[in-house]
């Protein structure tokens, strides 16, 4: 649906023709409206070659396992995201690897899914009994009699069968770049 009234200062949008391309732009003052986005993270974690899954207690997914998750926030970096919602969810301690797969899901809010490698750190799987009401380390073989989502059984491919350690995180880049959460080969 179009969007009728600019987020920036309150007035009426048009449809305006900005470097070729036709997008809602505000009457008033320089406000663009360049799309709707969102951006998914998820952890990886395995341990002794089985990977962390939660069972979902809520929709959408209610009664699958999947791997711990969430959205980014505006002004936490990424890296952080995924360390807080594992611990969150399930009660383990978990740091960022590197970064390897991507899902692009192009739709009315075009999505991003970035699937983090994670090193375990401690702590035993316990589910936060609210967006998840079990959770465990699971091999390959416990996996094929549980509800393991589509998606996730596409990461624990990915998580024990991958044969890249993919873009890992640079913590130390070359030269200062203050503010950045940098993912390098
Ligand atoms: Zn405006």
Redesign the pocket.
């Known amino acids: 649906m179009d969007v009728k009234f600019?987020s920036?200062?309150?007035?009426e949008m048009e449809t305006r023709d900005v470097d070729g391309t036709l997008r809602r732009a505000?009457t008033?003052?320089?406000?663009v409206h360049w799309g709707n986005y969102s951006i998914g993270v998820g952890a990886l974690v395995v341990k002794d070659d089985k990977m962390l899954l939660v069972r979902r207690a809520q929709e959408p997914g209610k009664g699958y396992w999947t791997n711990p998750g969430g959205y980014i926030e505006q002004l936490e970096p990424i890296e952080e995201t995924i360390r807080r919602e594992v611990a969150e969810e399930c009660g383990v301690e978990a740091v960022v690897r590197g970064v390897v797969a991507l899902r692009d899901q192009p739709r009315s809010i075009h999505n991003l899914y970035v699937a983090f490698s994670m090193d375990y750190v401690s702590g035993d799987p316990t589910p936060d009994g609210v967006e998840v009401d079990a959770a465990g380390f699971y091999s390959l073989q416990e996996m094929e009699t549980m509800n393991v989502a589509p998606f996730t059984q596409w990461l624990v491919d990915v998580a024990l069968r991958g044969q890249s350690e993919g873009l890992l995180l640079d913590d130390k880049p070359i030269i200062p770049l203050n503010g950045y959460g940098l993912f390098r080969v």
């Open positions: 600019c920036s200062c309150g007035q505000c008033q003052c320089s406000f």
